[in-house]
């Protein structure tokens, strides 16, 4: 008895011609550029604001708080345009470059010009020179911002040591716009503030000693390859629930002391570090002593 298969089509293999490009790559370039359309936007913001003041109507925390946002936005688009970038197997080094630009523009130009235009709706009566000068340190930390991420993209293709492994070279961008906005975080939030921390003085302090940290070799804290033990797991995650719970009541301090707390981790990280790498050292010294 003859026996019968039955066969559905044969599909045939897709051959993907050279000219064409799966519509999956075109997701993370559209959510870099929409980080973009953030950084842009407080830009625009901050500008409007300070527009407002000169022409004298009222500009309230509310209406600086909209430049936050859009910053805000631009930080989330950051975290996710390589994570989908790799879900979606979409990576490109036109995306690679796009990334790069669009932190030079959110995390390096906008909270510089950000910066620049809150402390001046803070106090019209400042001097041209003041300004000017106001202007040179927004331009400063900018072009900290533009060194850093140059030579991040150097250094892609070189081998990290190992007691690098924890540790940034420098403050990242985000990290750096984070701190830099820190006081005006605070400002919004907290009554009797903002006279201290819309100080111009105080503004271009907080711009060169960001610009510099960002710039610097000093090591600062990565948290990708952080392991957490199971004795340290619940204390963890009973902290996390609790910074959850402020962020929901009360988002803005809650972002600017958690800035503040980053900015005073710096000296702790460096004294870290140190440690790690002197013992790597001695620990490498000793491994070639006993194979000699």
């Known amino acids: 008895m003859r ?7 044969r599909r045939r293999n ?61 930080c989330i688009c950051d975290a996710l345009d390589g994570r989908v970038a790799r879900l979606l197997k979409a990576s490109s ?5 796009l990334d790069s630009l669009a932190d030079f523009v959110n995390f390096g130009v906008a909270p510089a010009l950000y910066m620049y235009f809150w402390v001046l709706g803070g ?51 985000p ?22 921390f819309r100080h111009p003085v105080f503004a271009m302090s907080m711009l060169a000693f960001i610009g510099a940290l960002m710039a610097s070799r000093l090591p600062t804290i990565s948290l990708k390859n952080l392991h957490l033990t199971k004795t340290h797991m619940l204390p963890t995650m009973a902290g996390l629930l609790l910074l ?4 929901f ?14 900015i005073a981790t710096v000296p702790f990280v460096g004294l870290m570090f140190l440690k790690g790498r002197a013992k790597y050292l001695r620990n490498n010294q000793t491994n070639t002593l006993s194979n000699g």
């Open 3 to 9: 026996r019968f298969r039955l066969r559905g089509k």
């Open 14 to 74: 897709r051959v993907q011609r050279p000219d064409q490009v799966p519509l999956r790559s075109i997701v993370p370039n559209l959510i870099t550029s929409m980080a973009v359309c953030g950084g842009i936007t407080s830009i625009a913001i901050g500008a409007t604001n300070y527009a407002k003041s000169l022409a004298g109507q009222t500009v309230t925390s509310k209406d600086w708080t909209l430049g936050l946002l859009a910053l805000l936005a631009a």
């Open 93 to 97: 080094k036109l995306g690679a470059e």
């Open 123 to 173: 106090d019209l009566s400042l001097p041209l020179r003041m300004k000017q000068i106001l202007l040179a340190f927004s331009l400063f930390y900018a072009m900290c911002d533009a060194f850093r991420l140059a030579r991040f993209n150097t250094m892609l293709e070189q081998p990290t040591l190992p007691y690098w492994k924890h540790f940034f070279l420098g403050v990242p961008a």
């Open 175 to 196: 990290g750096g716009c984070w701190m830099v906005l820190t006081p005006v975080l605070l400002a919004l939030s907290v009554d009797g503030l903002e006279p201290i």
């Open 244 to 247: 959850v719970s402020f962020l």
């Open 249 to 262: 009541t009360h988002f803005w301090l809650t972002l600017g002391i958690v800035g503040a707390g980053y």
